[in-house]
């Protein structure tokens, strides 16, 4: 299967191509499964080089036929001296995800004389607009994410717990709606499941990822997530569509029965603000503008010493989003790229509450015509996500 035309693949290496020229980068070499996919469409194990000049050439070691069938590239075996003869004088890899053996090996094995360079900024700069047949792709997992919000409503038992919801979703997902199972999150020891189920107190949980809902998880092992709390008042669903190799990400939270004033008032409050982010996210705005304008509202609100976190926070409010989770552009402090059309960011404040758990929503959203439109639905009405009691 072919995803990705001569012309999609050719306009990618050439933004990258210019990009890295700038940073003075003669060659970039590519090998993670990510980049790899995004510039070649196949996932096939080997090392993708890219000239300043707008030369790629995918030399691949395991499967060479699948490779051919997949890539519109082309495709060469993999062969140490005919790489080395395509690379410039300044090499680099992208840092954030190449391990140091991968960059031993490259410079031992192609007998390079200097080390490499970084070109993990210049690749993320190439990803962050999406072309049609990438936003396309990323409607069909943001149906994903509405379709499985939508059956959460429906599956909800008096006496689920949060491991028993997430479980029932994934299976959803993946057996009636395509959902692909895996995802990319880029960075080193960055790991998700399909879907982050939370409830109660256990969603104040902090814990070692970069995401603002830790949760107690299982074990030690899988330090994040559900883990076996019988769901009482309300439960959060962080989850994460994906097809075609590309994502859409969005949370919703469910109430077991019609909750008090306070929760009512404080659901309306956080959409408020994300109505608000919405609205101020226009081409040319940077992130940390968008980011300063929202924590001016936060802080004349009762929950601004519990937004974004409890015991820890996190200092973003929006990620970009494609074929991997977290790209750019991100709304956090000292972002200084300006937004513009074709651009896909996920926009997820969250309220940490003691004593009854996290308040959180999200979605997905491309900037089209000036202006920020979900992919995910629309979450500002909590009666849209009261569950009926069932005792």
């Not at 050439?14 to 970039?28: H, L, P, V, Y």
């Not at 590239?73 to 140091?100: F, Q």
């Not at 993320?124 to 990323?138: G, H």
């Not at 929950?303 to 926070?313: E, I």
């Amino acid at each position: 299967m072919r995803l990705f035309d001569k012309a999609e693949l050719a306009s990618r290496i050439e933004r990258f191509a210019n990009s890295i020229s700038k940073f003075d980068i003669d060659t970039a070499l590519i090998t993670s499964n990510m980049d790899l996919f995004y510039f070649t469409g196949s996932v096939q194990k080997g090392t993708l080089v890219v000239n300043s000049s707008g030369d790629a050439y995918y030399f691949v070691k395991k499967n060479f036929e699948r490779a051919q069938n997949e890539s519109t590239l082309e495709v060469r075996p993999w062969n140490a001296d005919d790489i080395k003869e395509k690379i410039g004088s300044v090499w680099a890899v992208p840092m954030d995800i190449t391990t140091l053996a991968e960059h031993l090996f490259l410079k031992n094995k192609l007998s390079l004389s200097v080390d490499a360079a970084d070109c993990s900024l210049p690749l993320a700069l190439t990803k962050m607009k999406k072309s049609d047949q990438e936003i396309d792709f990323m409607r069909k997992a943001a149906k994903i994410n509405i379709d499985v919000m939508e059956f959460t409503k429906n599956v909800f038992r008096q006496g689920m717990t949060d491991l028993h919801i997430q479980a029932e979703i994934e299976s959803y997902a993946k057996k009636e709606l395509g959902h692909q199972g895996l995802f990319w999150v880029r960075g080193a020891n960055m790991e998700a499941s399909m879907g982050l189920v939370v409830t109660g107190s256990a969603a104040l949980t902090p814990t070692y990822t970069d995401f603002p809902i830790g949760g107690e998880g299982l074990s030690p092992a899988v330090a994040q997530g559900a883990s076996g709390k019988y769901i009482k008042d309300s439960f959060v669903v962080d989850f994460i569509g994906s097809s075609y190799g590309y994502c859409s990400d969005s949370t919703r939270t469910f109430f077991i029965g019609r909750p008090d004033e306070k929760i009512i008032r404080v659901y309306k409050e956080l959409n408020d603000l994300l109505s608000m982010i919405v609205k101020k996210t226009v081409p040319d705005i940077t992130g940390e503008e968008v980011y300063n304008f929202a924590m001016k509202h936060v802080a004349k609100q009762s929950w601004k010493d519990n937004f974004m976190g409890y015991h820890q926070k996190v200092k973003f409010i929006s990620h970009g989003i494609g074929t991997e989770v977290n790209q750019l552009p991100i709304m956090a402090p000292r972002q200084k790229i300006p937004y513009e059309n074709g651009m896909c960011i996920a926009i997820e404040p969250k309220i940490f509450l003691p004593d009854y758990g996290v308040i959180g929503i999200e979605n997905t959203y491309l900037m089209k015509n000036g202006h920020l439109e979900s992919l995910t639905g629309c979450c500002q009405d909590i009666e849209t996500f009261i569950i009926k009691r069932q005792d």
